[in-house]
């Protein structure tokens, strides 16, 4: 079992940067993909960017987000830069372990709000 814990998150401006950190409380290895969604209301949630055997992004985060991981520490994180109104959204924190193809476990943190005023 693998627990996540999301934190810092908040209130920005619009053209500020948040630094978002997901802890997982059991041990991370580099073969599992960590991730980041969020989810806006009234809409589905929405990968943002993974990060496994190599790093993707959605398009509206492109050149704007970074992610980042340290598996020694067991902590995947969300670099926010140039934030926009319509990036406020609860982001969670994502982890799975694919073996052969199938989904070994995947498990998710509670959230963490991040709005941002225009």
């Known amino acids: 079992q693998v627990q996540l814990m999301e934190s810092g998150g908040g209130l920005v401006q619009a053209g500020g940067s948040l630094r978002l950190s997901c802890v997982a409380s059991?041990?991370?290895?580099?073969?599992?993909?960590m991730g980041w969604y969020r989810q806006a209301p009234g809409r589905q949630r929405e990968l943002v960017a993974t990060s496994g055997g190599s790093t993707n992004y959605a398009d509206s985060v492109k050149g704007r987000f970074t992610i980042s991981r340290d598996n020694a520490k067991n902590t995947v994180y969300l670099q926010m830069n140039s934030l926009k109104p319509e990036d406020t959204a609860v982001y969670y924190c994502n982890v799975v372990r694919y073996i052969s193809g199938s989904v070994q476990y995947n498990y998710w943190g509670q959230g963490t709000q991040v709005t941002v005023s225009s």
């Open positions: 059991g041990r991370i290895f580099s073969i599992d993909v």
